[in-house]
């Protein structure tokens, strides 16, 4: 290799290494200066999360690193360069051109250009890592927080009784609460009294046109259920929006307060405001059970909400796989009843 091609491929390289470190450096400058010009609107900012701006910090401090490597390459280069240049040069018993590279001002410029970038990557890095560790302290401490949460929570916040406070509004009672609400908790002895000393409020509507009977299918509680059904509450009314006692106990997944109303002759197929039945609404809750009791009570398959979905279809689109094979099944048991037939 002549001393002339030599010394063009490491320029070359020496160019590249340079170029690389620059961009390194500039990268590396932009984010610690914006970060810190910009951190306490980063903080508060509800789009970017508290995390973020926590890992933004250390990636500064790793391009910082990666110029302040580059640098140091570039630097090494040079000197490694200046040496077998002129090595290259003396075999030949020619020592212009090492003279020419040792003097000439390109080799001086790159040296120039890789000690500066070292001494801005050193710079720059300082603080970088300054920010990784405050990051990683922060970090630590909240993982130690959220761990010591759970064994010890010690509060600074004074009671009312520390500050000599009494309480000016008593917590609710059963005496205070409505028929309404007294069924829907299951409260079997307050009902019964209510109903005994004004048995008008039996089918009595709220702001809602909910019944007791309603309330108490809509949780499940089928005590209260049953009692009021032996005291003659009427199981076909239908609130505001055309909800039933049916309507939302198949809602709810209660399959025996189902199967109780179903006795009393209800209506399995009345739809609601959206054009939901007590099988849809079974269906989308993925109340096998309901779904079960419901089809063999004559549920309609058949019949569709305003969406369009039939129970079939409702069951495939939210991927309730119990469901659809119910429905699968009451079919066949269906087919093969018509096939004896």
């Known amino acids: 290799m002549t001393p002339a091609a030599y010394a063009q491929g490491c320029s070359a390289a020496l160019a590249l290494l340079g170029l690389l470190s620059a961009v390194m450096s500039l990268l590396s400058a932009a984010l610690v200066f914006q970060l810190r010009a910009e951190q306490a609107a980063m903080k508060a900012s ?25 640098s140091l390459s570039s630097a090494a280069a040079c000197l490694l360069h200046s040496y077998f240049a002129a090595d290259v040069c003396g075999g030949d018993g020619d020592t212009r051109g090492a003279d020419w590279f040792l003097l000439d001002s390109r ?25 990784l560790a405050t990051s990683t302290a922060r970090l630590t401490r909240r993982a130690r927080c959220k761990m010591d949460d759970g064994l010890l929570k010690n509060s ?9 406070n009494e309480v000016t509004v008593p917590p609710a009672t059963l005496d ?29 509507r709220d702001e809602r046109g909910f019944t ?28 505001r929006e055309r909800e039933s006692a049916l309507t939302l106990a198949s809602s709810g997944g209660y399959a025996d307060i189902v199967a109780i109303l179903l006795k009393h ?22 109340h096998v059970r309901c779904v079960d009791t419901l089809l063999v009570g004559g549920a309609d398959l058949t019949f569709e909400a305003d969406s369009g979905y039939s129970p079939m279809d409702l069951a495939v689109a939210l991927g309730h796989k119990k469901v659809q094979k119910a429905i699968e099944d009451h079919v066949l048991k269906l087919l093969k009843y018509k096939t004896k037939s």
């Open 265 to 286: 002759g209800v209506d399995i197929n009345s739809y609601d405001w959206n054009g939901g039945t007590p099988l849809l609404n079974a269906v989308r809750g993925n």
């Open 46 to 70: 509800a789009a970017v999360p508290a995390e973020a701006s926590l890992v933004l910090a250390p990636v500064s401090a790793v391009l910082a690193a990666l110029s302040l490597v580059l």
């Open 176 to 204: 205070s609460l409505s028929v309404h609400q007294l069924a829907a908790q299951g409260e079997l002895s307050q009902v019964a009294a209510h109903l005994s000393k004004n048995a008008s409020l039996l089918n009595s």
């Open 212 to 239: 007791p009977l309603m309330w108490a299918a809509a949780f499940g509680e089928i005590a209260v259920v049953e009692m009021l059904l032996e005291s003659g509450a009427d199981p076909t009314i239908l609130a």
């Open 156 to 164: 600074t916040t004074l009671t009312n009784k520390q500050r000599g």
């Open 107 to 131: 080799a001086v410029r790159h040296v120039a250009v890789g000690l500066f970038c070292v001494g801005v990557s050193v710079y720059l890095a300082g603080p970088g890592w300054k920010e």
